[in-house]
């Protein structure tokens, strides 16, 4: 039979830009549309994971030295798993329960896993002791869990996305609909947990959990997509060696730019997302329903402004341009670096907390563009590795990498907010403890008390993260973005290549791939 690898092409004359935007994966509007929903159960259960703990100190008064200890251990592991589940991924540990030629190489992961974190997503809200110390092993133990179960999840997804959809065009257009989903998501995540905020009782608890636990079985509609991830490979492209796989792919120049924007672009989300419950409480003074009221509001006007500027992008990465990309977003996100000193202008003209909504809102839209440019940067680097090997194809590889420095910045820019909240001073009452039974008047005393007795120096730390950290992250990410190198004739030359890789790919053509070793054989 003959060879199914891709080789090598020769050397065409460059076809224009509008011929290589015909190459389509055949996928309908709807088939998209389920491949994104398969971002909606990881992103609520990821939300729960990385806010659950604030919920632990703030409310329930966990040990908040203990807890910013424990909350690195996990924050250590959760990297550590995508490199893990990365590796997993390409070696087909599930192929003997599920067999390749009909399962793919990633849908029996997204299956198991994605049921599994439901269950562990649940049980964090399920904590069975308020002891300060208890809730801090309870997180270490189910978080520990949850971070495992999401990094192969967002593995599955992302290394999906590159062998599906083989151009730019296609994959901005998944992104659109990703962003929706992804709105979806974080709103399932967020909403029971600031339901919580404002009245931590058992039966709320036990409610959030169980909202959780159905929500995260909601992905699963995607798995009929994820088996359509079934490109040509040949096993024996990859050593099989985990630490030089993934040497290998750190050599690429390309590759090593992409993963340092990750790590800052990971803390500027974290800070801007997670400092917001800190700043409502300690800065703004606000707490339980009051300050879910402002956190809702807050996430519902950058939702809105992100949902007006989607057609911008969608029309912009549609179509094959000239100009390059990479500095147009990395000029988006230069404006953001006004938000500071809009913040400082409005922290005196306008009522708290006015100032900072629109701070957060104006900050979070200048990211926007940024999801379509880091998802489609990482596919060319994948088209760039897989062209330049017969056979090889090692998605997932790469996206455990940069999934390990993405998480990296997320718990270095968590566990710093911690760690330095709890340096300035911060201490607070488990005021769900305290008043069982003694009516809302006591309630509302001991959270008035719980922002008052703080040091002025916690108001302070919160502030200096908005005001300087996070700018300061935005200036690398801004000089990452512009220096990208993959533009012009190198686009091209890849672009070309991808036209032969997926020479069989049309709307009639539906039929899987076998690998090749498997094609030998027969």
């Not at 439901?118 to 308020?130: C, I, R």
Request: charged share 15%; net charge neutral; proline share 6%.
């Amino acid at each position: 039979m003959a060879e199914l690898s891709p080789k090598p092409p020769p050397a065409p004359v460059p076809p224009p830009p509008e011929e290589c935007a015909t190459l389509s994966s055949g996928q309908t509007w709807c088939q998209k549309g389920c491949f994104a929903m398969s971002l909606v159960s990881p992103l609520a259960c990821g939300s729960v994971l990385f806010l659950v703990k604030d919920i632990y100190v703030l409310e329930l008064a966990a040990d908040v030295h203990v807890m910013a200890a424990v909350g690195s251990v996990v924050a250590v592991w959760g990297p550590a798993s995508y490199l893990l589940a990365g590796y997993c991924l390409e070696k087909g540990l599930l192929g003997r329960w599920f067999p390749w030629a009909t399962w793919g190489r990633r849908a029996p992961w997204f299956l198991t896993h994605c049921a599994a974190c439901a269950v562990t997503t649940a049980a964090l809200y399920l904590p069975p002791s308020w002891d300060p110390i208890a809730l801090c092993v309870w997180y270490l133990v189910w978080g520990c869990l949850s971070a495992w179960f999401l990094a192969v999840q967002f593995t599955c997804f992302e290394s999906s996305r590159a062998e599906i959809y083989p151009t730019k065009e296609e994959r901005s257009e998944t992104e659109t609909l990703c962003k929706m989903s992804s709105g979806l998501g974080n709103a399932l995540g967020l909403v029971p947990q600031l339901v919580v905020a404002a009245n931590v009782t058992r039966l709320s608890l036990s409610l959030a959990g169980l909202a959780f636990l159905a929500t995260g079985l909601v992905s699963l509609i995607s798995i009929p997509v994820l088996r359509q991830a079934k490109r040509a490979f040949d096993p024996r492209a990859i050593s099989g060696c985990f630490a030089w796989e993934y040497l290998e792919v750190l050599r690429q120049p390309a590759f090593l730019l992409l993963c340092m924007y990750r790590f800052f672009d990971g803390a500027i989300n974290t800070l801007l997302v997670n400092g917001a419950l800190y700043y409502f409480t300690f800065v703004s003074g606000f707490s339980a329903g009051e300050r879910s009221w402002y956190i809702s509001l807050t996430g519902a006007a950058q939702g809105a402004t992100t949902f007006l500027l989607l057609p911008v992008w969608t029309i912009f990465f549609r179509k094959r341009r000239k100009v390059n990309i990479s500095k147009v977003c990395a000029v988006a996100l230069g404006v953001g670096l006004l938000g500071p000193l809009l913040l400082a202008l409005l922290q005196d003209l306008v009522p708290q907390p006015w100032g900072f909504l629109v701070y957060f809102v104006f900050v979070g839209g200048s990211l926007t563009g940024q999801t379509y440019w880091r998802s489609i940067a990482l596919c060319w680097i994948v088209d760039e590795d897989c062209q330049a090997k017969a056979g090889r194809r090692r998605e997932a590889i790469f996206v455990g990498c940069i999934s390990l420095v993405s998480s990296v910045g997320r718990a270095a820019a968590s566990g710093g907010l911690l760690f330095a909240l709890s340096f300035a001073g911060l201490e607070v009452r488990n005021c769900a403890a305290e008043c069982a039974g003694a009516g809302q008047s006591c309630r509302g005393e001991c959270e008035e008390k719980n922002f008052e007795q703080q040091d002025p120096a916690v108001a302070a730390c919160i502030q200096l993260f908005y005001y300087a950290v996070i700018p300061s992250f935005q200036v690398v990410a801004c000089v990452a973005t512009f220096m990208f190198p993959i533009h012009g004739p190198r686009l091209d030359r890849l672009y070309e290549r991808q036209e032969v890789i997926y020479a069989d790919v049309s709307p009639a053509s539906k039929k899987a791939v076998l690998p090749i070793e498997q094609t030998e054989q027969e």
